[in-house]
């Protein structure tokens, strides 16, 4: 009995995947925009710059409240703790724009392979 019921189940996985696999290329026959892909990308990299820069924002205003509590500090250990905080924050926002950075090549990047398919396709 426990057998069976494997086998149903490996069967009935087969008959789904299969049927998956048997439905793809009715949708592969459908025109497809020659540069669809790229124009994803840039549209995925804008995002992810979008969301870079918003991290980045926020990596901003950490370093200003750190700074605001630092010259609020009244006793050396909460000076300390302070400066530990305020170089943490510098340190987050650094990197922040590091990616920040980065991000905005790899745009770059999609957007000029975008421009030389549109350029190949006229």
Not at 7 to 22: N, Q
Not at 31 to 54: G, N, R, Y
Not at 58 to 70: L, S, Y
């Amino acid at each position: 009995m426990h057998l069976t019921t494997r086998l149903a189940g490996a069967l009935a996985g087969s008959a789904l995947s299969l049927g998956v696999l048997a439905a793809a290329p009715a949708t592969a026959g459908e025109p497809v925009e020659p540069c669809a892909k790229q124009q994803q990308k840039v549209d995925d990299a804008e995002a992810a710059l979008e969301k870079v820069t918003a991290v980045f924002e926020r990596q901003k205003d950490k370093v200003e409240k750190a700074r605001r509590q630092k010259g609020e500090a009244d006793t050396p250990r909460e000076e300390k703790a302070a400066d530990r905080a305020l170089e943490r924050a510098k340190d987050g926002r650094d990197e922040a724009r590091k990616d920040k950075k980065a991000q905005k090549q790899r745009l770059a990047r999609a957007e000029e392979r975008l421009e030389e398919c549109q350029a190949e396709q006229a």
